[in-house]
């Protein structure tokens, strides 16, 4: 029985191989199936993908819209501060690139609506009174 050639730089401990023992594999299998048998294969879990978060949505608009609803209800009291908090939602919308520029519009538009609304019925009733005060005071023909 002839030995294989000494290696130097190989590994010192590794076994010399008999000829004559059938070789073995490093990593055996751990289940072979028999036949006739599926194998049934190890569960994977799927990834797991979240939901493309969008941008967030500007604070003020959304306190421009809620004013905006508000102020029509209340008879244009909160209208003045949808419109302030509209017009500079919208200036930063425009700037930082946030979500919420129909919010801020349409709080803009429900804040003038009132605030229009009260300035037609102030002319109205300007109007009226001099028309009143004049018509009063045209019709008297007494000396007193």
Avoid at 72 to 91: D, E, K, N, P, Q
Avoid at 116 to 142: D, H, K, M, Q
Wanted: some cysteine.
């Amino acid at each position: 029985m002839s030995q294989p050639p000494y290696d130097p730089h190989g590994n010192p401990y590794e076994q010399p191989h008999n000829p004559y023992q059938p070789q073995q594999e490093p990593y055996p299998q751990a289940y072979s199936p028999q036949p006739g048998f599926p194998v049934q294969q190890p569960y994977v879990q799927p990834p797991v993908y979240y939901p493309n978060q969008g941008r967030p949505s500007n604070g003020m608009a959304v306190a421009a819209l809620v004013l905006g609803i508000v102020g029509i209800i209340t008879c244009g009291v909160l209208s003045i501060l949808a419109v302030i908090f509209g017009h500079v939602s919208y200036s930063q919308i425009k700037r930082t690139g946030e979500e919420g520029k129909g919010m801020a519009v349409a709080g803009i538009v429900l804040g003038w609506i009132p605030i229009a609304l009260w300035v037609l019925y102030l002319l109205v009733v300007v109007f009226f009174g001099i028309a009143l005060l004049g018509a009063g005071t045209a019709g008297s023909s007494s000396g007193y």
